[in-house]
């Protein structure tokens, strides 16, 4: 059975800094593109980040490059997003998702919750 279980999230002031980090199991994780989703209140969900197997290749939605960034622990089977300077529209669930070689499999976590405010 496959789960992604993130984790990290809670309330921060603008400007502060957060890091995710989503524990993947029953997969075999080196094989899948890990990536970073997130839904705010009264919108659809949007891409945040992307990491490919390898680690190798980067991919940020143009809102949180320069801020955001993503990586990956193959052995640990852990992907994490570390995020700076966060803003209030940074605010939403943040979602976990793995998708397999040629996407023929995808999965996602639960979500945790991002709140950036005064």
């Known amino acids: 059975q496959v789960q992604l279980v993130e984790s990290g999230g809670g309330l921060v002031q603008p400007g502060g800094s957060l890091r995710l980090s989503c524990a993947a199991s029953g997969l075999r994780f080196n094989l899948y593109t890990m990536k970073w989703y997130r839904q705010a209140p009264g919108k659809e969900r949007e891409f945040v980040a992307a990491?490919?197997?390898?680690?190798?290749?980067?991919r940020y939605a143009d809102s949180v490059n320069g801020r955001f960034t993503i990586s990956r622990d193959n052995l640990k089977m852990l992907t994490n997003l570390q995020m700076n300077t966060l803003k209030p529209e940074d605010t939403a669930v943040y979602y976990c998702?793995?998708?397999?070689?040629?996407?023929?499999?995808?999965?996602w976590g639960q979500g945790t919750q991002v709140t950036v405010s005064l």
């Open positions: 990491i490919i197997s390898g680690g190798n290749v980067r």
């Open positions: 998702h793995a998708e397999s070689p040629y996407g023929t499999q995808k999965y």
